[in-house]
């Protein structure tokens, strides 16, 4: 690997490497030099237990899965996730119009409103993304830094993890689901302001400015979203 190629999960330092292979299938951790602690102690773990500690927001897990793994499914996890989130929203606004009609399951599958969830979905996403990276490189060009938009993005989509528990939320349907939807909301908010921390090793101020603005972004884009899609039906004759 190239010098400087991993990171500390203590001390965010860089490190050659995570561990050296004696012969004899005997390998031994890194100790970092900077902090004198294991360079990354997960390389051990379970990955249930990692998961649990990322849960937790633990950075030290952050750093392990942002630095010293090498996970290419943030796309596919992304793609996955919008389609819970859209299918959620469908069923909610499927719930909340009056049927009498047995055979309306089958109407509704033929509609286009789980696509248009699914759009708005994608839409929010991208406002959220596009808010957050315009944030942070305002503010670290005034700095006089740099900033790497692959690993942000990358970064975000990975803590957007949360938003796989909706696949219970879906699963078993219940007049609570608009408020787990906006606790699991929450908790991928937080993710997210870890997540940049880590990748940026900045300020949880800097990170928590950069998420509440890329909120207030989606918002505002999703609002406008809506009330554009409910005024387009206005003008869609029914047939």
Known sequence: MAPGAFKCIECNEDANELHRDYSNGILKITICASCKKPVDKYIEYDPVIILIDATLCKIQAFRHILFNTEINIHWKL???????????????????????????????????????????AALELAVFCTGVLLILWTVLRFNGASIEFNS????????????????????????????????????????????????????????????????????????????????????????
């Open 78 to 120: 992304c793609v996955f996730c919008l389609l819970c989130e859209a299918y959620l929203r469908w069923s909610l606004l499927q719930g909340s119009q009056p049927s009498g009609d047995p055979a309306d399951i089958i109407r509704y599958t033929k509609e286009w409103d789980f696509y248009c969830m699914f759009a708005l």
């Open 152 to 239: 942000l993005l990358k970064a975000l989509l990975l803590s957007s993890y949360g938003k796989v528990l909706l696949i219970p939320t879906v699963i078993w349907e219940h007049d609570f689901s608009p408020l787990c939807f906006s606790l699991i909301r929450l908790f991928v908010l937080t993710s997210n302001t870890q997540a940049i921390k880590v990748i940026l090793n900045c300020s949880r101020r800097l990170s928590l400015l950069a998420v509440c603005g890329g909120f207030l972004s989606e918002t505002f884009v999703s609002q406008a979203f809506k009330t554009l899609l409910v005024r387009s039906r206005d003008y869609i004759p029914v047939f």
